[in-house]
């Protein structure tokens, strides 16, 4: 069974322009999330899917940040225009529909965006 | 709200010797904790979680956890460190109002020969 997939792994673009990174979750996985480390800190949750809709999208820094989950199956989060501080690691992560507290969120590789 | 505190930017032990990651949480209610694993130019690997029952936990790759509530700690914990070890390890608290997970800073564990 194949994991969370993740592309690009690593993407380089100057300030101002948009980025478009996208995850492909484990197959049947309903729950989708965002997460992104930034400067070595802390990782920070972004937002969660629940198939197609938007569970929570708290963590969503600005209007600069747009997630989408087509169909309730792969998601994309563009950054537009992107500015220097959304240089990070971002992560994506799924898990089962069951029991949210208990179930386990496997994690991709991540992309590591640089910003210009 | 609830937070997680890694106190350890880096742990250095020698291989063969026992090795501790700190993790201390706070919440409100009863923990959902999670420890994971970065290796270089690898994703988050899950090690081992605590949601109810014993106090130690066992996870992959011989690491083990234990639950301290009257310390409000979740240390990670192996008896005898290998080079492999080597990698950046995350403790983690489920947040109870949905399925998002709250990280802490991570520690970097370095294991030399």
């Known amino acids: 069974e194949a994991g969370v997939t993740q592309f690009p792994s690593h993407s380089v673009i100057e300030k101002g322009q948009t980025v478009t990174l996208r995850c492909d979750p484990i197959?049947?996985?309903?729950?989708l999330y965002w997460y992104r480390r930034v400067m070595g800190k802390e990782i920070k949750f972004l937002l969660h899917?629940?198939?197609?809709?938007?569970?929570?999208e708290s963590g969503m820094p600005n209007n600069r940040f747009l997630a989408e989950r087509t169909g309730g199956t792969y998601s994309t989060l563009k950054v537009q225009p992107a500015e220097l501080e959304d240089s990070g690691v971002y992560f994506c992560?799924?898990?089962?529909?069951?029991?949210?507290?208990?179930?386990?969120?496997?994690f991709g590789a991540g992309t590591r965006l640089s910003v210009l | 709200a609830q937070s997680v505190a890694q106190p350890e930017d880096q742990v250095n032990v020698a291989e063969g010797n026992p090795l501790t990651v700190k993790c201390t949480y706070s919440?409100?209610?009863?923990?959902?904790l999670f420890w994971y694993v970065q290796y270089p130019n690898r994703g988050l690997q899950f090690l081992l979680k605590?949601?109810?029952?014993?106090?130690l936990v066992k996870g992959s790759y011989g690491f083990e956890a234990e639950f301290n509530k009257s310390q409000t700690s979740f240390h990670l914990k192996k008896p005898s460190a290998l080079v492999s070890d080597s990698a950046l390890y995350f403790c983690?608290?489920?947040?109870?109002?949905?399925?998002?997970?709250?990280f802490g800073q991570g520690t970097e564990l370095s294991v030399k020969p």
């Open positions: 919440v409100s209610g009863n923990p959902y």
């Open positions: 992560a799924s898990s089962r529909g069951d029991g949210q507290t208990r179930t386990i969120q496997y």
């Open positions: 197959s049947g996985h309903d729950n």
């Open positions: 899917f629940v198939k197609e809709s938007k569970q929570d």
């Open positions: 983690a608290v489920r947040d109870y109002g949905g399925g998002k997970l709250i």
């Open positions: 605590y949601i109810t029952g014993d106090n």
